[in-house]
């Protein structure tokens, strides 16, 4: 079970922060992926984040733009996408690997409903 | 990064008919491909992973095949809730893809 935040509305060159808070199985033992789908489009692959070890990996399109981080205490993964432009307006998903870390296997078997965020002047 | 191409765009069947749908990939992705099937205003589910192992309470009328770069999802008996797009993805090489989808509409 994973549940995200809210949907969020944000200005060009702003940054957005969202959260994914995870229930119903060890929060440590599963790798989460963060996946966006842009209104009308395909699936892209963002990152994702060791909730153990707290590393993380992400597709080369978004580095130096996105941190994904967590709180184990909270069992809350993070996703920060900082200066963005309408090209980010998309629905923001986390989800789980099916594999237990330390691998990762990026077959992604639980998924939260979904962040959607707008980009707009 | 592996482009994989799916085919058709849109399939449109009766219920009860069997429903094959196609996925390319631009280079070999051995046996590591996935798929996932998506409604309308829903998360991804995943069906079907490593090319023919169906994921947790996965109805038996789904199966996959194939091995390389071309790949198939089978719908054996459509049924009315099957209604979605689907979605293939591949893990061999890194960053991981998807497919564009094909949407399956039931008449």
């Known amino acids: 079970h994973l549940v995200q935040s809210g949907a969020e509305v944000k200005k060009p060159g702003a940054s957005v922060k969202v959260s994914c808070q995870a229930s119903g199985y060890t929060f440590t033992d599963h790798h989460i992926h963060w996946v966006r789908q842009a209104p009308g489009q395909g699936l892209e692959w963002v990152g994702w984040v060791n909730p153990n070890s707290g590393a993380t990996n992400n597709a080369r399109k978004f580095e130096g733009r996105v941190t994904m981080t967590r709180d184990a205490s909270i069992t809350t993964a993070y996703m920060e996408l900082r200066g963005l432009t309408s090209a980010d307006t998309a629905v923001y998903y986390c989800?789980?690997?099916?594999?237990?870390?330390?691998?990762?296997?990026?077959?992604?078997?639980?998924w939260g409903k979904g962040t959607t965020v707008t980009v707009s002047s | 990064e592996v482009v994989l191409t799916q085919s058709p765009a849109t399939l449109a069947l009766s219920p009860g008919e069997r429903a094959t749908l196609s996925c390319r990939a631009s280079q070999t992705v051995l046996y590591q491909l996935a798929w996932y099937q998506q409604k309308p205003g829903q998360a991804p589910r995943l069906l079907i992973y490593d090319v023919s192992d169906r994921a947790t309470d996965i109805p038996a009328r789904f199966s996959g095949s194939g091995s390389g770069t071309d790949f198939t999802l089978t719908i054996s008996s459509l049924e009315p809730e099957d209604s979605a797009i689907y979605y293939c993805q591949q893990r061999y090489v890194w960053p991981t893809t998807f497919g564009q989808g094909t949407k399956v509409e039931i008449k």
């Open positions: 989800a789980r690997d099916k594999l237990q870390v330390p691998t990762y296997y990026y077959y992604l078997d639980v």
